[in-house]
């Protein structure tokens, strides 16, 4: 066909009806194959083809896709997961499955931080689908009228293999075993087989294809974490430092090394965290095809598509978490100062945290699809194709949570400090477990207590149904494509998130873990779980299943007697909620291609234009707040009413999306190019939810504490580009080539956020510190006694107010175990234990900085694609290497001020790929080498709109195969073999933010054709 067609490629069947072909197979000639899909394609697209039938050139999709110029990924848990194509994100990559829309859900939390992606964003997650199932993959970076919309990115076409594309009858089965040598209490081998069968009657006009697979992969993942820098700016009305109660326990005499200027905003760690997780993947796909040609000129294609991706996480931390204020600190000289050391000697004993993860998800996806491809006669053919898609993804644990948190900790700790000069937390601590433990002078289980259970559930579902018509007209030298499509997808969310007071926060039954559920908990080294970052104190720590946790602790609390002051206190509080987003796409198209001479050179051009218009409707159902619970000096929990309320809204759109394409043979071995096009990118799922949402805030607000709301928008439009490329492209051998490209996407409608300050739900705050309320009047005792204005003082205070006779009696108690300005942290956490502080009439209405996502931002990415592919001729060995530069006039600022949102681009970075490749005498070898910048990955993160910045990374990868006959090959594979690790951190290096420690991963493997 002169247009090109996804779908009618995927279909396409060149061969002869049937008849057995020769098809040359292996590295070479799997890159022979994508070599010649980018000269003879019109545009910019870059492919990769399978090396054999069943044999992609990696074991995950994503980690092949890395290899194309402009291509970067994420990984998660070490795999390959989704894709950033020239800056732009996994959301704003349309990924379609031979030619077909793919549904999107996806939750992900498996090996993610403790704040996981809830969902609702558009990427989708490469490592649900076998690589053996594939047959090439194309990837799009210029817009095409024929090309489904969605792709500002690029749009990437996952082909999968069809009956009668000229094999024959055949088969093929592989086996493997992984050993990923980060795993601890899992297996050390685990399986993955696949096999493949293709059979084709006699007349050749009649074929069935099945593929199907399975995978297990079990793994460890050591990493290391900070819930949150906490941001001071004296410039937006925060104490500066010197005169900062909160944070420094006697301002003026405490030691303060390097000190910020009194102007200077400086950030402080709110904790420093060790987790460590045991992790299990199982994948199951398949696929079964039936293709029919009942007269040479018609093909009939019915095909079904099956995965299933199941990951359960077992995940047990420490948390060394500071009461404030510090006894020492020590900053360095960024222009956001950050506490790099800290230290905090506690008036008697606090607790350190060991809570319990049990997360667990599992994706499926199901697609039926029918494809008519019928040449009416040699000049004209009409190509019909329709599928229903459906993909789901939610909780999956034994409770059927998406996670369950169980929280515990031990009441031991003297003293601690935590030291981010190495760039990974240090922590120390002292432990007296004379106070609140079992005496025994160790941190053991005797000393555990339980504190709070939570629970969040997740269930998404994303259904497609699409109908694609067009006629293809083939003339001498041009041909004319002419099209509609039709496209509906609704996005449904349905959540659930509870929380449930056990020991409280201030761990009120040191013990009750050990008298509760004895034998439960297991006494294991965290520190020696990591091998490559640095670590500190960790040598004892617990680990349990969460949910074993929950079995045994949940229904003893749940009949316990509540005190009279707190009757809510052991009661599970839920928040449920619904969000649902359809949207509804109708397009026309038209893409004319023409073959000419200019200057007495073969030339060509394609030239589309694409009409669509779009229409979303969203509905909501969500817990209306009564307000949030003052639990602990720093903890809080938004209470629902029981109530709820409908919300709905809508948006629509349309786009009118021209294309240009240009290519030149100015040498019989030379292309230029030069394209145009106009894309489109729709904005998350997320983004166009009704909802309205009041979170807590981060620490009381007359401290500086930020209170938040989010308010959706249905009615956002998608991003659009005008896309410029240019590209001159040397193919000096069959298999060999060098290419460099230039492209620019000049690009309006990038979603912002918008603030507005106002109330939300008449919710009052009992942390304002309002004249005549509860913390008011404790803030100004606090203030007349020269105490620290500290998180735990304020909230002990208010709280004695609240549940003393008098305001009188309240000062007098607080008086009375004051000393030196702080509190001992046990009677803290005794008042912790024992009350928490409700807002009433006297409290100030709250006040939230509601954020709204908006079209409001504009920006030009820019850069350059650089490749070369030589083999050097007949002796097998042969390279491959690009680079690819992207720049862009939208990036973040680390020294924002923590009161203004960022606009800026996730994801933009350059990136390198190098591989060796040997192939001769059976043997084929391949090194590679893939690195990535430092990039964005997130911004206007928690309540100081910071940025999140994901370190440059590269990793090496090998593989080995060796034909030992026609039929039999076994193969050898080793997966960052390294060793390397992957960091982020929060405004600036020194803000250290996440650490995972990866391991190499080896697969050995044999595979048979029949």
Known sequence: MGAFSPMAMAQDDDQAEGDDVIVVTGIRASLERAMDIKRNSDGVVDAISAEDIGKFPDTNLAESLQRITGVSIDRVNGEGSAVTVRGFGPGFNLI??????????????????????????????????????????????????????????????????????????????????????????????????????????????????????????????????????????????????????????????????NPPAADQAYAIAQDSRYDFSDITRERINGQLVAQFRPIE???????????????????????????????????????????????????????????????????????????????????????LDAHTSKGESGGNNPLGHLATFTGIGAPVIQEHSVDYRSGYPIQTYTIDDSQRGNGNGVLDAGD?????????????EHEVDELDLRFVWDFDNSSL??????????????????????????????????????????????????????????????????????????????????????????????????????????????????EAELLDRPARISAGIRYEETEVSSATVQAVPSGFNWQADNDFLVEQTGDTQNVSGDGSYDHLLPNVDFQM???????????????????????????????????PTVLGGQLTGTSQNPGLLPLESDNFDVSLEWYYDDTSYISAGYFKKDTKNFVGTGVVERNLFGIRDQTAGGAGSRSGEALAI????????????????????????????????????????????????????????????????????????????????????????????????????????????????????????????????????????????????????????????????GGDRSAIYTEDYGQFDFSVNYDVTEQLAVSFEGINITGEDQRQYHRYPDQFWYGYELSPRYVVGARYNF
């Not at 399986?191 to 007349?203: A, F, I, M, Q, R």
């Not at 555990?448 to 998404?460: K, P, Y």
């Not at 043979?665 to 166009?688: E, F, Q």
């Not at 994801?907 to 390198?912: I, M």
Request: net charge negative.
């Open 448 to 460: 555990v207590a339980s504190q709070v259970f939570r629970s969040t559930s997740t269930a998404m």
């Open 297 to 383: 000129t018609l093909s009939l294609t019915a095909d079904y598509t099956f995965a299933v991706n199941e990951s359960d996480e077992l995940r047990y931390e420490q948390t060394n978490w500071f009461a404030t204020p510090m006894d020492e600190l020590i900053f360095n000289s960024d222009a956001v100062a950050a506490a790099v050391y800290a230290y905090e000697f506690n008036g008697g004993t606090k607790d350190i945290g060991f809570e319990q993860t049990n997360r667990a998800t599992k994706d499926t996806l199901n697609s039926f699809g029918f494809n008519a491809d019928w040449e009416l006669n040699e000049r004209m053919s009409v190509v």
């Open 481 to 594: 494509t002419v099209g509609t499509n039709y496209r509906d997808t609704v996005m449904t969310v349905d959540t659930l998130n509870t929380q449930q007071d056990l020991g409280s926060w201030g761990l009120a039954f040191p013990g009750d873990v050990e008298q509760y559920a004895p034998g439960l908990l297991e006494e294991y080294c965290l520190s020696c779980k990591f091998d490559d970052l640095p670590v500190g104190q960790a040598e004892t720590a617990f680990k349990a299943d969460a949910v074993d946790l929950w079995n045994a602790l949940v229904p003893i609390y749940e009949a316990m007697t509540p005190p009279a002051d707190n009757p809510n206190r052991f009661r599970i509080n839920q928040t449920p909620g619904f969000d649902e987003v359809e949207e509804t796409i109708f397009s026309m198209f038209a893409q004319f291609a023409m």
């Open 665 to 699: 043979d100015v040498r019989d071995d030379v292309v230029l190019r030069a394209s145009y096009s106009k894309t489109i990118g729709r904005p998350s799922y997320t983004n166009l939810y009704a909802s309205v949402g009041a979170a807590a805030p981060n620490r």
């Open 782 to 941: 606090i203030q007349e006694l020269g105490a620290d204005q500290s998180e735990a003082n304020l909230f002990t205070l208010t709280a004695l107010i609240d549940n003393r006779a008098s305001v009188a009696a309240a000062r007098a108690e607080f008086e009375a175990n004051l000393d030196g300005g702080t509190l001992p942290q046990g009677y803290v956490d005794d008042i912790l234990a024992a009350f928490d502080v409700r807002s009433d009439s006297n409290d100030p209405l709250a006040v939230y900085s509601v954020e709204q996502p908006l079209n409001a931002d504009e920006g030009v990415i820019d850069g350059w694609e650089l490749a070369w592919q030589h083999f050097f001729g007949d002796t097998g060995f042969g390279l491959q290497a690009n680079y690819t530069i992207v720049d862009g006039d939208i990036t973040a600022d680390p020294a924002a001020p923590k009161n203004i949102n960022q606009f800026a681009l996730i994801g933009l970075s350059d990136t390198a790929n190098f591989t060796a490749i040997y192939e001769n005498y059976g043997w084929s070898a391949r090194l590679a080498y893939n690195w990535r910048d430092t990039f964005l990955s997130a911004t206007n993160e």
């Open 96 to 257: 379609t499955l031979n030619g077909r829309t793919l549904p999107t859900a996806e939750v992900g939390v498996i090996g993610a931080r403790g704040n996981y992606n809830g969902g609702g964003s558009r990427s989708f997650d490469f490592s649900n689908l076998a690589s053996e199932g594939v047959s090439s993959l194309e990837v799009y970076k210029t817009g095409q009228a024929v090309l489904p919309t969605g792709g500002i990115g690029a749009t990437v076409n996952i082909n999968t293999r069809r009956p009668l594309d000229g094999n024959g009858t055949m088969a093929t089965v592989q086996g493997k075993l992984i050993n990923d040598t980060s795993v601890d209490d899992g297996d050390e081998l685990t399986p993955e087989l696949s096999g493949l069968v293709n059979w084709v009657n006699d007349t050749g006009n009649f074929g069935i294809g099945l593929f199907g697979s399975y995978s297990r992969r079990d793994s460890g993942a050591p990493t290391q974490q900070v819930n949150d820098w906490l941001v001071f700016d004296p410039t937006l009305g925060d104490s500066p430092l010197s005169s900062n109660g909160s944070y420094v326990r006697n301002p003026g005499t405490t030691p303060v090394g």
